[in-house]
C-alpha cells in the first residue's frame, strides 16, 4: 500500500509539471464525519502533521483510503478557542459533497503569513479527472484566520 501511495504522489507531481489546472469549488466540512477518524491521520504522524503560530495552529494528513480517487483531506485545528477551550476543527475537501483530493503532497507544504489574511498553506495536489480517468494537478492554497476562524481554501495557478 505504501508504494501504491508513493506511486499516486509520483504521477502527481508529474501531471503538476505539465501545467493543467482544473477548476472546482474546495469545501470544509465539519469534523464531526467519519473522515474526521484518528485512524484516517496519515501515518507516521510525526511526518504527516504539522504546527504553525506556536502550535496554536495544527493541520495534518487525512488518507481515508477510499475512494481511492479522492482519499486526501487537510485537517485544520485553528484558533480562536471555544468555549470549552477546544479548537475550531474543519476538513479540506476536493467538493462540498465530502470526497477528498486524488493526492495532498503534504512533504512539499509551504507556509506564509500575511497580518490580513492569516496564515497560508501552499501544497500540491491532484484531482480525480473522470473524463480522462487521470489525474488533473493543483496548488492547494488554504488561508487560516486565527481571529475569526474562518479556513478559506482554493486552487491557485501552478
Not at 64 to 93: H, K, M, N, S
Not at 104 to 130: C, H, K, N, S, V
Request: charged share 15%; glycine share 10%.
Amino acid at each position: 500500500m505504501k508504494g501504491y501511495f508513493m506511486l499516486r504522489h509520483f504521477l502527481g507531481a508529474a501531471l503538476l509539471l505539465l501545467g493543467a489546472l482544473p477548476t472546482a469549488a474546495q469545501s470544509v466540512i465539519d469534523c464531526d464525519g467519519w473522515q474526521a477518524s484518528a485512524r484516517n491521520i496519515a501515518e507516521p504522524w510525526e511526518t504527516f502533521s504539522r504546527g504553525y503560530a506556536n502550535g496554536e495552529i495544527r493541520v495534518a494528513l487525512l488518507d481515508t483510503i477510499e475512494p481511492a480517487a479522492g482519499a486526501f483531506y487537510l485537517l485544520v485545528l485553528t484558533p480562536p478557542r471555544q468555549e470549552l477551550g477546544d479548537r475550531i476543527c474543519g476538513i479540506v475537501a476536493e467538493d462540498d459533497g465530502g470526497i477528498g483530493f486524488a493526492g495532498l503532497d503534504f512533504q512539499q507544504i509551504a507556509a506564509a503569513y500575511e497580518p490580513a489574511t492569516g496564515l497560508t498553506l501552499r501544497m500540491p495536489a491532484q484531482r480525480f479527472a473522470p473524463a480522462t480517468a487521470g489525474f488533473d494537478p493543483a496548488i492547494l492554497a488554504v488561508s487560516i484566520n486565527q481571529a475569526t476562524g474562518v479556513i478559506a481554501p482554493r486552487f491557485e495557478i501552478p
